[in-house]
């Protein structure tokens, strides 16, 4: 008689989520520990190329996404000051696959509801696990533990998984950059007719993105040399969002009329401190223990791709260990899948975020001249071809 196996998955973000969905269709019997004590996702907004989309329709949440987002076609890129320096229309599809823009409290909602929230443990931090033989503990930090036959850590760029399968693993790196998040409803007419905004300046990034009919998800990214001391220091001192308005204040005047009118009617905003990503680890796993998502490669958002990277994880996984599959074969042969791929892309990103950084004059302005002279379509098919290159082969069908 067969008897499902148990997955273990610490972390009830996007990659532990697509996981536990996963791991069910292949006929796993699947526990999820969140340490923070409400499942919820901050009302951000986050983009989901082909790729995600793919993986998504795995999961069977690809149509309430899609039914909740929104697919920009018509874009805008400016400097600060407003200078348009190219107009484009993106047609549908030339990516091969829709790709939308969601609030990220929609695709966290339509993952917890096709996980089930019964599965999931919130307020359950982990402390560390053990191995014997053919089984996994997962210990917790009240004390209580847990066994499984398979544990898949998706707890994050600061992982207590990672950690103890990676005890001289370097910290999170920094990038320098300084980021702010936000996310307004009802401000789209100050986006002059188009569905996303790009700004790009010296050491400056800035878009502002429909991610739904009336909503609109933006960043604003600065190379931290620009923020004087004081003013990182007292970010760093304060709230998220009190960082956030801080940061922005003095920003703000250096953008055009529809950057202020969009962040001055924004009451959901973030600051996220500098970005960091990792060096990319050689291997992720051991036994019956693996990394996914941010656990395993975080990456700069500049890939446009951290979010769906942990969804293919999460999907790869689970097809891989569908059936009597040998357990550790399978994680190290997943690992192999995906750790070349997913470094390709924290490479992507850093190099990304070297060009945002640029502030020499006269490169930025050969930089505008390279943006203007490009069409989008081979710009679009180039950011096809880095990321199947990059990304996976999700098996549909």
């Known amino acids: 008689m067969f008897v499902p196996r148990s997955a273990l998955i610490v972390g009830a973000g996007i990659g532990g989520l697509s996981a536990g969905i996963a791991l069910r269709q292949a006929g796993w019997d699947v526990r999820i520990f969140e340490r923070s004590p409400a499942l919820r996702e901050l009302g951000f907004g986050v983009g989901l190329a082909p790729n995600a989309m793919a993986a998504l329709g795995e999961l069977g949440v690809a149509d309430d996404v899609i039914a909740r987002s929104f697919e920009p076609t018509r874009a805008e890129a400016r400097r600060p000051d407003g200078t348009v320096l190219k107009r484009a229309t993106i047609p549908r599809g030339v990516l091969g696959g829709p790709f939308v823009v969601a609030m990220r409290p ?15 443990t919130a307020g359950s931090e982990a402390a560390g696990f053990s191995m014997h033989r053919d089984r996994v503990t997962l210990h917790l930090a009240d004390g209580s533990s847990v066994e499984g036959d398979l544990l898949v850590g998706a707890d994050g760029v600061r992982s207590v998984i990672r950690r103890q399968l990676h005890p001289s693993d370097p910290p999170p790196r920094p990038s320098r950059i300084i980021s702010v998040r936000g996310a307004v409803d009802g401000a789209a007419g100050h986006l002059g007719g188009t569905d996303a905004i790009y700004y790009l300046g010296p050491g400056i990034e800035s878009a502002f993105i429909r991610a739904s009919a009336t909503g609109i998800y933006w960043f604003f990214a600065v190379a931290e040399e620009l923020v004087p001391v004081e003013i990182r220091r007292s970010a760093d001192a304060s709230s998220p969002s009190a960082a956030a308005a801080e940061i922005l204040a003095y920003m703000a005047p250096r953008f055009d009329a529809s950057f202020r009118a969009i962040t001055s009617a924004t009451s959901e905003v973030r600051h996220d401190g500098v970005l960091v990503d990792r060096d990319p680890l050689p291997s992720w796993g051991d036994g019956r223990v693996t990394l996914i998502g941010d656990a395993a490669h975080p990456m700069l958002p500049q890939t446009g791709q951290g979010a769906a990277q942990a969804i293919v994880d999460g999907v790869t996984l689970g097809q891989m260990l569908t059936g009597e599959t040998d357990v550790e074969g399978t994680l190290r042969a997943f690992e192999a899948e995906r750790q070349p791929k997913t470094a390709a892309l924290v490479r992507q990103g850093r190099r990304t975020a070297r060009f945002m950084r640029i502030r020499n004059p006269l490169v930025c302005y050969v930089r505008e001249l390279a943006l203007r002279a490009f069409p989008v379509k081979p710009i679009m098919k180039l950011y096809v071809r880095v990321n199947r290159r990059a ?5 549909t069908g």
Do not use: K, N, R, S
């Open 391 to 395: 990304g996976t082969d999700v098996q």
């Open 106 to 120: 929609v695709l966290y909602g339509a993952l917890l509801d096709a996980v089930g929230t019964e599965l999931v």
